[in-house]
């Protein structure tokens, strides 16, 4: 799903995506995740992302928001994708070179390449997600601790920037 959304886009706007990246847990192989593809999109300009991307996005039934950074006071483009049944199948977060998301590279690389963490995040996954279900927002909280521990160990583990 990930390579066929990445060529689609590809395609589609050349001239402004630089970068396309699989992150989140469905780009960690071995651990369960939920049906949700997350794309990561380097652009070479929001201003330029809100002229041409977001029209034609939204006109093949893309669903758009403008949102905060974690920790940051710049926003990015995200969309939703949704299948013919109304589920969520991509997200796609739409940034520029020098946005701090580019760090959650770190992560998915990190579990990629040790699967014993990779365990112990969808072990913690699966507990938060019983317990928050209805609960989206209070879900994500739950993951942050973890994540950004990881993401932490990650950035000295590879040394160097994603």
Do not use: C
Not at 73 to 92: D, E, V
Not at 99 to 107: D, G, H, N, P, T
Request: proline share 3%; no cysteine; glycine share 4%.
């Amino acid at each position: 799903m990930f390579k066929n959304e990445k060529e689609f886009l590809k395609n589609i706007f050349s001239e402004i995506i630089k970068r396309i990246e699989h992150f989140g847990s469905t780009a960690i192989p071995g651990i369960k995740s939920k049906p949700v593809v997350n794309n990561l999109i380097g652009v070479t300009s929001l201003k330029e992302t809100r002229k041409k991307i977001v029209p034609i996005l939204k006109s093949f039934g893309y669903e758009y928001f403008w949102r905060p950074e974690i920790d940051k006071p710049s926003m990015y483009a995200w969309f939703i994708k949704r299948n013919l049944a109304g589920s969520r199948t991509h997200h796609l977060h739409i940034v520029e070179k020098d946005s701090k998301l580019w760090e959650r590279l770190y992560f998915r690389d990190y579990l990629r390449e040790h699967n014993n963490v990779a365990k112990q995040y969808e072990k913690l996954k699966n507990k938060i997600s019983k317990k928050f279900e209805d609960d989206r927002e209070a879900y994500t909280k739950a993951r942050t601790e973890f994540i950004f521990y990881i993401t932490e160990k990650a950035k000295k583990y590879y040394g160097k920037s994603k």
